[in-house]
């Protein structure tokens, strides 16, 4: 059962929803998109997942400004949610624009409306200059919104999931982390106090460390060649979901030898019989087997590199949080430093972690392997000893994560910003 969402003060009004018929259903519109823009998007099969959360809920914060909704105000917003693959599917190009009714415009520039870009599901940024080509389009289509509207940027804010991105067009950012975000549910409390009861005396797991993995990017193709190579499969539980063709699709040029042996499972027997797959891992009764089965996890972010548009921290992170496990993360370049400012400690009295100061790739991913390679030799006696001396680390990064997704101290920017607006323009 998930935990009710709090009532929170301060509150806005929201614009009116709007809903169009559609094969003899009634469809929401979204904020922002035209029916044309949605009809093109249900054909793409991505309605679902993304602009009727309302049905189906990913996290708690998908319906985010709802939490805030007041009647009783002068002033209101206007989320408009930026959809996954909205910009590589070309329902929007860098010729269009977002769709805004005149009356909110109006209200825009007379600071009665506030106008919210919700890009916290999206990894693309806005951004003028650079080689990413989606970035470039999100940022001509906000580009081309504003100049259409003649929009009051004062009045216009960007909701995303970067840590430090640059600013652009004179809009306010204010970051959201959606991974924080995620439902805890009964069966989450049940697994923190057996695993409370493990910590005072840990013993062997069947495998040492955890790598799960779905599609193909180069850190976790090169940690897959690593890992094939030195023959660390056996020992560690290690899944690669996905197939020769899609390694082949990403990088047609590779010389991947592991690649002959995909899809690799994650060793974890399905309820059902079933063979194991990436959908299966999502269900709880899933997660649970597999944190049972290895002391710490390798979590193979999204992105890697250095980003222009900042760090990105996704929904990998939280499964060993709340299942109390150390963790390395490969992702963007200071990404600890971010779960740090949020109160998580890390485990640097353990191992070295500056592979997450490291700017350059092929250094970083050495310092990666090769830690993967340290850990996977410790014996099961070392990391039930370690596991032991970690146990008030791993409880409070519990406890920490517990309170910022359940009081939405992860929304506390966004609610000091809709403060603001409200108490200086609701007269």
Partial sequence: MEHKIQIHKPKIKLYPKKYFKARGEKIFCPYGYTEENI???????????????????????????EIY?????????????????????????????????????????NNKCLIIIDNVYEHTY?????????????????????????????????????????????????TCNVALGIEFYESDIKKYHDTLEFLKNPTHKPYKLIATNSRPR???????????????????????????????????????AFKETLPWHNKVENPEGKEQTLVD??????????????????????????QERGVIITEKLNKSLKH???????????????LKGYGFKTFDKWWDESYDTETDPDIKTKKINELFK????????????????MSTILTQNYYTYYRINTKFEYLKELEKYIDDFVAKNDK
Wanted: hydrophobic share 35%; net charge negative.
């Fill in 324 to 338: 109390l496990n150390p963790f390395v993360i490969a992702g963007s370049s200071g990404t600890l430093d971010v």
């Fill in 39 to 65: 009809l093109k998007i249900i054909k793409n099969n991505d309605y679902i997942k993304i602009f009727n959360l309302h049905e189906k809920p990913l996290y708690k914060s998908t319906n985010k400004i």
């Fill in 69 to 109: 909704e007041q009647k009783d105000t002068n002033v209101y917003a206007y989320p408009i949610l930026v959809a996954p693959r909205i910009f590589n599917t070309n329902i929007l190009t860098d010729q269009d624009s977002f769709e805004i009714p005149q009356e909110v415009v109006k209200d825009n520039q």
């Fill in 126 to 174: 806005p951004l003028s200059d650079t080689k990413n080509i989606t970035c470039k389009i999100f940022y001509n289509v906000l580009k081309n919104t504003i100049n259409k509207y003649k929009l009051n940027t004062k009045s216009m804010l960007l909701n995303v999931n970067n840590y430090n991105p640059p600013k652009f067009l004179d809009i306010d950012i204010v």
């Fill in 281 to 306: 891992l999502w269900n709880h009764f899933i997660d649970y087997k597999l944190y049972d089965k290895g002391y710490c996890e390798f979590i193979f972010e999204t992105e890697y590199v250095p």
């Fill in 218 to 256: 180069t850190h976790r193709c090169n940690f897959a060649e690593f890992v094939f190579e030195n023959k660390l499969q056996e020992e560690n539980l290690i899944s690669f979901n996905c197939t020769k063709q899609q390694v082949d699709d990403f990088n047609p040029n590779n010389n991947f």
């Fill in 374 to 389: 340290e850990l996977s030799s410790w014996s099961h006696d070392k990391w039930c000893t370690t596991l032991q001396e």
